[in-house]
Nanobody, 114 residues
Framework: QVQLVESGGGLVQPGGSLRLSCAAS??????MGWYRQAPGKQRELVAN???????IYGDSVKGRFTISRDYSKNTVYLQMNSLKFEDTAVYYC??????????WGQGTQVTVSS
């Protein structure tokens, strides 16, 4: 059974940093990444990373967020710097296996507020 367990969300002031972690179990994944959904908005891609190391970032986070992956721990990280009010959302970990089945974590809240 595949499980994705996120951690690291919380409350941070504008300009601050947070690091999200997502530990996967029960499978081997090609692509892992992060999506987010703010109230009243559609879920959007934040960043993903393929097993070969290639990355994709959403336009709104380029230059501020960095995705990385520890293959030995089957874990993906999202380092978020220079956080803005508009980064406030529930962040979801995602994973795609080699037959393109998608899996999702339960979500972790990130709130940017002064």
């Amino acid at each position: 059974q595949v499980q994705l367990v996120e951690s690291g969300g919380g409350l941070v002031q504008p300009g601050g940093s947070l690091r999200l972690s997502c530990a996967a179990s029960g499978g081997i994944f090609n692509v892992m990444g992060w999506y987010r959904q703010a109230p009243g908005k559609q879920r959007e891609l934040v960043a993903n990373i393929a097993r070969g190391g290639s990355t994709i970032y959403g336009d709104s986070v380029k230059g501020r967020f960095t995705i990385s992956r520890d293959y030995s721990k089957n874990t993906v990280y999202l380092q978020m710097n220079s956080l803005k009010f508009e980064d406030t959302a529930v962040y979801y970990c995602s994973a795609e296996d080699w037959v393109r089945r998608d899996y999702w974590g339960q979500g972790t809240q990130v709130t940017v507020s002064s």
